[in-house]
Nanobody
Framework: QVQLVESGGGLVRTGGSLRLSCAASGRTFSSYAMGWYRQAPGKEREFVAAIDMSGATAYYADFVNGRFTISRDNAENTVYLQMDSLKPEDTAVYYC?????????????????WGQGTQVTVSS
């Protein structure tokens, strides 16, 4: 069992930055690939980024276009999403998720555990 708690969301202006964190419980964090998803009002949940168990390889959705960076600290049981050059269309609830699938998938059904989400709002 893995419990995930996101933090770091908030209100930011267009072009600003935010760093999301996701703290995981349990001693098996390093055996899970980790992902970030987001869901805007009236839209389906969409893949943002994922990172493998070791943190060596990251995967991004096309819309990220170099603006976001996913990383992890296995000693701290934490995964991060650094978001720069934010746009109003990035407004959504952001979720972190843990997957036992390797390499990590962009398909949400491959993720076993989910956090409660953190709101990101980008004003124009």
């Amino acid at each position: 069992q893995v419990q995930l708690v996101e933090s770091g969301g908030g209100l930011v202006r267009t072009g600003g930055s935010l760093r999301l964190s996701c703290a995981a419980s349990g001693r098996t964090f390093s055996s899970y690939a980790m992902g970030w998803y987001r869901q805007a009002p009236g839209k389906e949940r969409e893949f943002v980024a994922a990172i493998d168990m070791s943190g060596a390889t990251a995967y991004y959705a096309d819309f990220v276009n170099g603006r976001f960076t996913i990383s992890r600290d296995n000693a701290e049981n934490t995964v991060y999403l650094q978001m720069d050059s934010l746009k109003p269309e990035d407004t959504a609830v952001y979720y972190c998720a843990a997957s036992s699938t390797h390499p990590p998938s962009s398909w949400y059904a491959e993720y076993d555990y989910w956090g409660q989400g953190t709101q990101v709002t980008v004003s124009s």
